[in-house]
């Protein structure tokens, strides 16, 4: 991270084949469902009510990094609600089927071993509306989240070497076991609001403004407004704006709006909050009679699984701005920089799936694609209020938090 100044107005400085490749697009290109899912995971999740400006000592931006650098919450329980919005049309829920598909995880047809319980599937309803959620942590070894929903819940549980998920509605479990390292849940299960903030943090670097905007009150409790700011003209990203606890350190509040205005992509943040012990018994977990379990190791074995394109935390948040996170990846480019950077990677010559011959996933790309002409050649830009992507004829893709003339402004310059 590039050093902050104390003046509180910062300025902070290709492929396994075609199918591979799609994993990689679809990872790349909703990177907030994942954001989400991480958020939601750990408790950065909306007030719906925040109330007053508290009357707080100043600190500087730097100051409240290391504030947040040094939290040392490890105990939580609290009701949490996020709302996302990418704009995506209604489709019935098709999007979140094909985002579940994309990202090769069980439910999407083509994975016969897989479970409803399985997290990297479950957990991509974030993607779109407004959902509530319990969550609870007692350090590194222990978290649950549930997500509530009409008459059913699918709760994630995090106990020591264990990891389980339950769908109350399909009667479900999924179940996998960590290596008992300090870093292995992580992974999974996200300890601590801490974790998402460290990784947002990376972000910011020279092409960032990093600013203290005044003092909010979120669950009831007094907090800082922490806001990032791309620096760089072009990027859909707004600012991403984070209610840091005044007490504590720990993100309280996290809204991600987009430069274009309107309603935040992401709200998300505690709507109760307690740092108490939680009871050891609200991370026991049973599988209930009659539920069908299946073992994480089967699924991972199963043909076609592509847990590949699941990636881990920090490359889903760094996908953003196109950092170096993204750079190991085989057939993977990067142009540009910060927040303006664009990856690019060929798929092997195809490009667009129609709505013909591509079924549900020609007809949902193309009811909100973009038709674009340039040097390169023609193609569709898939669109969502944050992330884009242009997907040449010729199977060549382009994607980024930036806008649909910086994508076709990079397949021409690529030629």
Do not use: C
């Amino acid at each position: 991270m590039a050093p902050i100044d104390s003046d509180d107005n910062t300025t902070a400085g290709e492929g396994e084949g075609l199918r591979a490749g799609r994993r990689r697009a679809a990872r790349y290109v909703v990177p907030v469902a994942v954001m989400g899912v991480a958020a939601a995971t750990i408790g950065l999740v909306p007030a719906l009510a925040d109330s007053g400006d508290p009357d707080l000592p100043k600190v500087t931006a730097e100051q409240l990094i290391e504030k947040i650098a040094k939290s040392d919450v490890e105990q939580l329980s609290g009701t949490v609600k996020i709302s996302t919005d990418l704009g995506l049309p209604d489709l019935g829920g098709l999007e979140s089927g094909l985002m579940s598909g994309m990202s090769g995880g069980p439910g999407s047809g083509g994975d016969e071993d897989g479970s409803a319980a399985d997290p990297s599937a479950k957990l991509t309803e974030l993607v779109s509306g407004t959902h509530t959620l319990r969550v609870a942590a007692d350090g590194p070894d222990r978290q649950k989240l549930s997500l509530l929903e009409n008459a059913a819940e699918y709760s994630l549980i995090h106990n020591g070497k264990d990891v389980w998920g339950y769908d109350s509605e399909s009667n479900e479990v999924y179940h996998s076991t960590t290596s008992g390292s300090a870093e292995q849940p992580e992974k999974e299960v996200p300890a601590t609001p801490k974790d998402f903030a460290d990784q947002a943090l990376k972000a910011v670097d020279d092409t960032t403004s990093v600013t203290v905007d005044g003092t909010a009150q979120v669950a009831g409790r007094d907090a800082y407004r922490l806001v990032i700011k791309p620096k760089q003209e072009g990027s859909t990203v707004g600012a991403i704006s984070v209610a840091v606890d005044a007490e504590t350190g720990m993100p309280l509040k996290f809204t991600l709006t987009p430069s274009s205005g309107g309603a935040a992509v992401v709200d998300a943040g505690f709507t109760k909050v307690s740092f108490a012990k939680p009871d050891a018994s609200t991370f026991d977990f049973t599988p209930p009679k009659g539920a069908k379990v299946t073992e994480g190791d089967e699924v991972a074995k199963a043909p076609e699984h592509g847990r590949e394109a699941e990636g881990d935390l920090a490359e889903e948040m760094e996908g953003l701005k196109g950092t170096d996170g993204l750079k190991g990846t085989d057939g993977l480019k990067v142009i540009g920089e910060g927040w303006n950077s664009i990856a690019t990677f060929d798929t092997g010559g195809q490009g667009l799936p129609t709505a013909s011959a591509g079924g549900d996933l020609g007809g949902f790309l193309g009811s909100f694609g973009d038709q674009v002409k340039g040097d390169f050649g023609s193609g569709t830009v898939f669109k969502t209020r944050l992330v884009n992507a242009l997907i040449t004829d010729d199977g060549k893709v382009y994607a980024g938090a930036v806008t649909k003339d910086a994508l076709v402004k990079a397949a021409d310059a690529a030629q």
